[in-house]
């Protein structure tokens, strides 16, 4: 049948089960909204800027319920896009992102948004088509859907001509989408391998990342199994969850927070499951692994690349834990049950002291981060979702917001894209509106998207976002006080949250001390969900005690300079101290 290149599009989209678009509407799109409008499946959603549009589909498709989909117009749109799409790259996330393309029928010159897009792209998707005919429309998306879930999943690019949308041809053969199975590529005999080191081992460990966020339970049977600890990344933090009487927390080595640094510390083998060991992951690398690495993951790229594996197991990883759990059968492993007895009271004692650690600390009448996230886990049903963005405040709530649901926790992680948490809180709520999902932002990244409050309050969507307002760039001007005694560009001029909140039709609400947590924090969870309209918090926080991971990466950096370049910092700080 002869049709359009939108209406095309609009079939593969329905057939490969998109249920949101993110973008803006331009001379080389329109005829692509116009189908989707027609269609019953697929809401496309206007947004304020595409950088927010790709932050959506980003936590779309985080929440694992379908592929997060931008349509958008080329050259500005792309551009504006890049941010999400990069942050979606790094991070290991699928995306398929649809940008109209100039005519090429007419053979002009000098067209309107007419730059390279594939070139621009390349370096931050796992692959870039441009659509030359009619019969390659569905099979191209197809194809760019196979590419973008299967192995480490990332965004793809699919280029539409505008000629092709605008004008009918020929459909190509019939083809189906294909479905992309879980496999597990190691071979039985590396599964052995890495059983016996995991049984022999006198403190077996387990640091789980994204990669293992849909083997929560095979993770858990593993640890309980073994008796081992459980350490998370940043990017993992719900990949266990923090209830389980075996999850130690967030981060490895001396940027570990207590509970993990006590409990990992005489760790001989250790069970890596989908992770990198990035520097976000290891604390900037200060960590040491043990000899026995075992290292699951379906990116065989990632192997060896900073730590060597004493056995790699590449497949995804419920298909290779499921394989280690029969492996190891149903013989009790020597020592575990007592392991597993002591390993737990470490880890219950070491959390209540470092909870009790921030919980005295004296915040000066603002507001202690420990007590906010407290209130904030008392209030938050299990199966909400917390967005985060890049600051001070991402650690503070790696280290004292248990979350207990796989996918609860969602953050921009190597790409570490400031500007992520509100539009990524709307995708979020879209995704699973029926349950509530609340956004945690820094001051400072809050101003780069915040305008897209006002796609929250066009969707009737009733999200929380508190915004953490210290007044800095905290995470950066942190690590610049020790070496530097002085701020530069780090201290942020004033923002009118409340004005914000007006100007987008959110509701506003203030956490002004401690006083005001447990209270405003409800009203705000009820009034999002019972009045349908974003719920803005402006949380005037205390930012005076660091977190461990802050503390850890300062220390490892430093350490690693060579003796002159420290002598030179430390003697530039002294001297600042001295000369004010
Ligand atoms: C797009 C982008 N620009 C700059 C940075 C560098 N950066 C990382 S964290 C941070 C501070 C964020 O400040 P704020 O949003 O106020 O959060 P806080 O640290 O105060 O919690 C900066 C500037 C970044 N990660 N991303
Ligand atoms: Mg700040």
């Known amino acids: 049948m002869s ?72 050259a500005a749109g792309v551009t504006h896009a890049a941010s999400g799409i990069g942050e979606a790259f790094l991070d290991g996330i699928p995306m398929l992102v649809i940008a109209g393309g100039i005519r090429r029928d007419t053979g002009r010159r ?21 659509v030359e005919k009619h019969a390659d429309v569905i099979p191209t998306i197809y194809e760019a859907v196979r590419v973008a879930t299967s192995g480490e999943p990332g965004p793809v690019f699919v280029e539409i001509p505008v000629n092709l949308q ?4 020929e459909e190509g053969p019939n083809v189906s989408p294909q479905v992309v199975a879980a496999t597990a590529r190691c071979k039985p005999e590396q599964v052995a391998a890495a059983v016996e080191l995991l049984r022999k081992a006198k403190s077996p460990a387990i640091f789980v990342g994204w990669g293992a966020v849909d083997a929560t339970a095979e993770v858990a049977r593993l640890a309980e199994r073994l008796g081992a600890p459980v350490a998370t990344t940043l990017q993992g933090v719900s990949a266990f969850p923090a209830n389980h009487p075996l999850h130690a927390g967030f981060c490895l080595g001396r940027a570990a927070v207590p509970a993990v640094e006590k409990s990992f510390a005489d760790s001989d083998c250790m069970l890596a499951v989908g992770t990198r060991f990035g520097e976000i992951a290891t604390g900037s ?62 880890i219950r004692e070491q959390k209540a002291v470092y909870l009790e650690e921030w919980l005295r600390h004296d915040s000066q009448g ?22 985060l963005d890049d600051g001070n405040h991402t650690f503070l709530a790696a280290e004292l917001m248990p979350i207990h649901r796989a996918r609860g926790l969602i953050s921009p992680t190597d790409f570490n894209c400031m500007g ?9 709520k879209l995704a699973r509106p029926e349950l509530p999902v609340i956004g945690i932002v820094g001051d400072g990244a809050f101003r780069m998207t915040a305008m897209e409050l006002a796609t929250a309050t066009a969707q009737g969507l009733g999200v929380v976002v508190f915004v953490f307002s210290d007044g800095e760039l905290a995470q950066i001007a942190q690590a610049q006080e020790i070496p530097y005694n002085r701020k530069t560009c780090t201290v942020l001029g004033p923002l009118d949250v409340a004005g ?70 430390v003697g530039r700080a002294l001297w600042r101290r001295i000369s004010g």
């Open 3 to 74: 049709r359009t290149a939108a209406s095309m599009l609009r079939e593969a989209l329905e057939n490969v089960g998109v249920r949101f678009t993110f973008g803006i509407p331009g001379v080389h799109n329109t005829e692509i909204y116009d189908e989707l409008a027609k269609s019953g499946t697929i809401t496309p959603v206007l947004v304020t800027h595409e950088g927010g549009a790709a932050f959506m589909a980003d936590a779309v498709s985080r929440s694992g319920t379908s592929l997060g989909t931008l349509v958008i117009v080329p």
């Open 166 to 169: 605008l004008m009918t041809g």
């Open 500 to 569: 914000v909140a007006q100007a987008t039709g959110a509701k506003f609400l203030r956490i002004a001390s401690d006083v005001d947590i447990d209270g405003v924090i409800r009203d705000a969870l009820a009034s999002a969900s019972r009045d349908r309209r974003p719920v803005l918090v402006d949380v005037l926080v205390d930012y005076s005690k660091r977190t461990r991971f802050t503390e850890g990466i300062v220390k490892t950096n430093l350490e690693r300079f060579d003796l002159g370049t420290k002598a030179r910092l």
């Open 285 to 346: 690398y200060g960590w040491t692994p043990p000899a026995n690495l075992v290292h699951v993951d379906i990116n065989p790229a990632v192997f060896n690349a900073n730590y060597p594996a004493r056995v790699a197991l590449e497949g995804d990883a419920k298909s290779v834990l499921m394989q280690l759990l029969q492996a190891l059968g149903d013989a009790p492993v020597a020592t575990a049950a007592e392991r597993r007895a002591r390993v737990e009271a470490t």
């Open 420 to 428: 992520y948490c509100v539009p990524a809180t709307i995708g979020a």
């Open 110 to 130: 000098y067209q309107l948004h007419d730059v390279d897009q594939h070139a621009l792209l390349k370096p931050i998707t796992k692959g870039t088509w441009l």
């Open 366 to 387: 603002r507001v202690n981060p420990a007590r906010f996230f407290a209130s904030l886990r008392r209030q938050l049903p299990d199966d909400s979702t917390v967005v």
